[in-house]
């Protein structure tokens, strides 16, 4: 006597709610992994000197609309890859509807000190990157500096300060700030700032002892240094999310095989 044929372990559902909870792993694997645009080019103002020069940073076009802090990176040559401060994190000097002039906060020679190690001549890029509340960067104007081995530097020549973009007054803070909402930029950008190099008090002033106030006509404000919570924060979320949603698969999955043998067991006896 021949044994009935057993049910399919699996229904041919299960594969469809496996396969839809897997799309949706994707899609927030997708979103968390995604990075700032590049917005335009970035001028320096001076095009040449040397690292204790004060920058100015010129931008071709304004950050995008969410916009509330910017900050600036010094990234290549010798340097970590996540790059040097050279603009701490701060709402002054910004616009949202055209082309800006900001200045740096730090020197190179205050980026090379930071990184604890002596400047290394090579190609460098400047960074200035748009960020919102909650410290997720938006978009990056980008500058090349060549650092020669005499401790002297180029740059390309870019964006020039215009009486336009120099009148940018500063970001003030969102209309939706209410009690509670936080004032500063959110702790988290890509390459953030670590306590101030020595030297270097926190309101930005050069170890040099110059103002880094440049040629710009706004005022800079007290730094609020970036750290790494709060771009880390949505990671986690969607990571959690992620998680429950591959437990969720799992269990689903043993109850539907549960379902699919009992049948062909009951036959058998």
Not at 134 to 162: E, H, I, V
Not at 208 to 223: E, P, R, S, Y
Request: hydrophobic share 40%.
């Amino acid at each position: 006597m021949s044994l009935p044929d057993q049910a399919p372990l699996l229904p041919r559902t299960t594969p469809t709610a496996v396969t839809v909870l897997l799309a949706l792993l994707t899609v927030l694997g997708a979103g968390s992994s995604a990075q700032a645009a590049t917005q335009g080019r970035l001028g320096l103002t001076p095009v040449a000197g040397n690292l204790k020069a004060v920058l100015d940073l010129t931008t071709d076009g304004p950050c995008p609309a969410d916009t509330t802090h910017a900050y600036a990176l010094l990234r290549g040559g010798s340097l970590p890859t996540d790059g040097q401060v050279l603009r701490d994190t701060a709402r002054s000097g910004l616009s949202r509807d055209a082309a800006f002039t900001t200045g740096a906060t730090r020197t190179l020679a205050d980026a090379f000190l930071a990184a604890g190690q002596a400047p290394a001549a090579g190609e460098y890029t400047v960074e200035l990157t748009c960020i919102d509340e909650a410290g997720q960067a938006l978009g990056t104007f980008t500058g090349p500096l060549t650092l020669a081995a005499a401790g002297t530097w180029t740059s390309a020549p870019g964006p020039t300060p215009t009486a336009a973009s120099l009148a940018a007054g500063g970001l003030g803070p969102p209309a939706d700030t209410g009690a509670g909402a936080p004032t500063s930029a959110g702790a988290g950008a890509p390459g953030q700032p670590g306590p101030s190099p020595a030297g270097t008090p926190a309101d930005g002033t050069p170890s040099d002892g110059t103002t880094a106030t440049g040629t710009t006509a706004t005022a800079l404000v007290a730094v609020t240094p970036v750290s790494q919570g709060t771009t880390v924060r949505p990671l986690v979320g969607a990571g959690l999310l992620g998680g429950a949603l591959v437990a969720l698969a799992l269990a689903l999955t043993r109850v539907l095989r549960r379902r699919a043998v009992r049948p062909g067991l009951s036959e058998q006896r």
